[in-house]
């Protein structure tokens, strides 16, 4: 069974640094880019970045580039997102989810339950 | 940039009677068109790809269309366990991902 396990919830300060995970199983982790999506309390979904396992290449909403940085450990199967320093107004569920190949274009196809930061 | 305009924000309906949601895209690209439902305090769970395909175990009262920039979701007859929101998602020239800001479809 394809599972993306998400990292437990955080409660962190302004200006404190924060490294969230997604540790991938059933599906060969190297084969499909991980997207993360940001979806802030009572609000919608929002696209923030996405990573090819296999070099690291990376794409980001330019909303978020410079705020955030994505990663792989190839060898745990296991993405990151991580910040520098947080504000207030990163407090929002993140969610991970995997690309899938269907049909002519790679979808979020399975998801990860969130993992809750709260910054205050 | 891409933007995704969904509409209406919220559609209140009863049971059994056919709901349509729309998705404007600000630019086409190809038929990269992906319809999510969410569910309180769940991850979104895709629906449809490619404007109209069916995703795994999703049941056939849910239909896409459109081409271009419009595109619709319909839901045939309405059961208790569709009363959710819906995001529609479209891949941009750049290869990113965008969301619309969603549709919340409750009971009337």
């Known amino acids: 069974e394809m599972q993306l396990v998400q990292s437990g919830a955080e409660v962190k300060k302004p200006g404190e640094s924060l490294k969230i995970s997604c540790k991938v199983s059933?599906?060969?982790?190297?084969?499909?880019?991980i997207a993360w999506v940001r979806q802030m309390p009572g609000q919608g979904l929002e696209w923030m970045a996405m990573?090819?396992?296999?070099?690291?290449?990376?794409r980001y909403n330019p909303s978020f580039q410079g705020q955030v940085t994505v990663s792989v450990d190839r060898s745990i199967t296991t993405a990151y997102m991580e910040w520098s320093s947080l504000k207030a107004s990163d407090t929002a569920i993140y969610f991970c989810?995997?690309?899938?190949?269907?049909?002519?274009?790679?979808?979020?196809?399975?998801w990860g339950k969130g993992t809750a930061v709260t910054v205050s | 940039e891409v933007v995704l305009t969904q509409s209406p924000d919220t559609l209140s309906l009863s049971p059994g009677e056919r709901a349509t949601l729309s998705c404007r895209a600000s630019?086409?690209?190809?038929?990269?068109l992906a319809w999510y439902q969410q569910k309180p305090g769940q991850a979104p769970r895709l629906l449809l790809y490619?404007?109209?395909k069916r995703a795994t175990g999703i049941p056939d009262r849910f239909s896409g269309s459109g081409s271009g920039t419009d595109f619709t979701l319909t839901i045939s007859s309405l059961e208790p366990d569709d009363f959710a929101v819906y995001y529609c998602?479209?891949?941009?020239?750049?290869?990113?991902?965008?969301f619309g800001q969603g549709t919340k479809v409750e009971i009337k």
């Open positions: 998602q479209q891949r941009t020239s750049l290869g990113a991902w965008p």
């Open positions: 490619d404007v109209s």
């Open positions: 630019q086409s690209f190809g038929s990269s």
């Open positions: 990573i090819k396992p296999t070099n690291s290449e990376t």
């Open positions: 059933g599906y060969s982790f190297t084969t499909n880019w």
């Open positions: 989810a995997r690309h899938g190949l269907k049909s002519t274009y790679y979808y979020t196809d399975v």
